[in-house]
């Protein structure tokens, strides 16, 4: 992919996004433009060879991909200034959540095909789980869109109303899972491991967990089965876990993160 790629924000998303693309080998870092107004922030991003500054019509001139990785608050004004300035090409792209797409399309001028779409930080590293919805688009475009996030990690097509959803089960369930990771460190030390090698533990078995799952199409419990006994050990901590109600807190804060998203939406 050689088109230029402007992502307008480089805040802690718009970077991450931009380091995967280079650490993914996606593009080259010579196409990729982040804007930020205050430009030294991303200093960083410059060092890996990708153009950065403030002016944001320069950046999304003759850019095949323009995503806007803004607060959902500023879209509005950046979209109404930026819209004489799009390519005829350009594929829009807003991360900003809340913001829906019949609304991209007025403030954008509804010329282009818009998406919204929800990765997680996890993109810095190729590794993201993005869902995407699109309007105005054809299927061509989508598929265009589609390969691009792919080399940033797994991508699905989902229908608009399920955009908070998805922003609650991948995008803040990166800092569910991460909580999970650093409870497990705690208990490490607690029955004698250092920190160090605690979290390293931990951290590996959460990902060879999930590529269970991932790789052997297979159930979570399915896999639980496959390490629990009778009267062992194993089920004795996931009993104790959900005496002191692990499954059930995970739940009630994906419900009351997806409550207040539907909050902010209205």
């Known amino acids: 992919m050689n088109q230029k790629i402007a992502i307008i924000g480089g805040g802690n ?24 107004r205050r ?14 500054g403030n002016d944001n019509v320069e950046a999304v001139k003759n850019a095949g991909i323009v995503l806007f990785a803004v607060k959902p608050y500023q879209i509005a004004e950046v979209c109404e ?10 594929i829009l792209v807003s991360l900003a959540a809340g913001v ?3 609304r991209l399309l007025e403030i954008t001028g509804g010329r282009h095909p818009v998406f919204r779409a929800m990765p997680n930080t996890a993109i810095a590293i190729g590794e993201s789980m993005t ?11 989508a598929e265009l869109l589609k390969k691009f996030f792919e080399k940033l990690g797994s991508v699905m097509f989902i229908t608009e109303d399920l955009m908070s959803a998805a922003t609650v089960l991948a995008a803040c369930g990166i800092a ?9 460190t705690q208990g490490g030390v607690e029955i004698g491991f250092s920190s160090e090698a605690a979290l390293k533990i931990a951290s590996q ?9 991932v790789q052997g199409n297979t159930h979570p419990e399915a896999e639980i089965d496959k390490v629990t006994t009778p009267r062992g050990i194993t ?32």
């Open 13 to 36: 998303l718009g970077s991450a996004i931009a380091r995967g693309l280079v650490h993914t080998k996606a593009t080259v870092p010579d196409s990729i433009f982040v804007t930020r």
């Open 39 to 52: 430009v030294e922030l991303i200093s960083s991003l410059a060092s890996l060879g990708i153009n950065t």
């Open 81 to 90: 200034h930026l819209k004489p300035h799009f390519a005829p090409n350009a």
């Open 100 to 102: 829906e797409n019949k």
């Open 131 to 141: 869902c995407l919805s699109g309007s105005n688009n054809s299927p061509e475009q």
């Open 176 to 184: 569910f899972a991460l909580r999970f990771i650093r409870a497990a």
């Open 205 to 213: 078995t959460v990902k060879g967990a999930a590529q269970l799952i």
């Open 235 to 266: 089920i004795s901590g996931l009993n104790e876990m959900e005496h002191q109600g692990f499954s059930s807190s995970l739940i009630k804060g994906l419900i009351t993160s997806f409550q207040k998203i539907e909050g902010i939406s209205k």
